[in-house]
């Protein structure tokens, strides 16, 4: 949740410093990816991890691993849709 917290957080302040249009918005989805990769490649870490562990240990690192995939995901999602309304702020 820290994550999403902060990438909402940073898209806000983006949407409030958008003097630039198109730019902020794309500065701003390109921040959300930036941090989406970032959990993407710790969840590739815990899923790793996980191959080479057995019984609650393996199902605790590929929930972590999922939970993370989640997080990527949200985060994405909330870049594209701060992008969006400064667009639309812009125009």
């Known amino acids: ?3 999403i917290t902060k990438a909402i957080a940073l898209t806000a302040f983006a949407a409030l410093a958008a003097c630039g249009g198109n ?3 794309e500065n701003v989805e390109a921040a959300a ?3 989406a990769d970032t959990l993407e490649m710790q969840a590739e870490n815990y899923s ?6 057995v019984g609650a240990t393996e199902n605790t690192l ?3 691993a999922e939970a993370l995939e989640n997080k990527a995901d949200a985060v994405r999602e909330a870049g594209e849709n701060a992008a969006d ?3 639309a702020n812009s125009q």
Do not use: G, S
Request: hydrophobic content about 45%.
């Open 1 to 3: 949740m820290k994550f």
């Open 85 to 87: 309304a400064i667009e």
């Open 33 to 35: 990816e930036n941090t």
């Open 48 to 53: 790793e991890a996980a191959d080479n562990a």
């Open 62 to 64: 590929e929930n972590q």
């Open 23 to 25: 730019k902020a918005a």
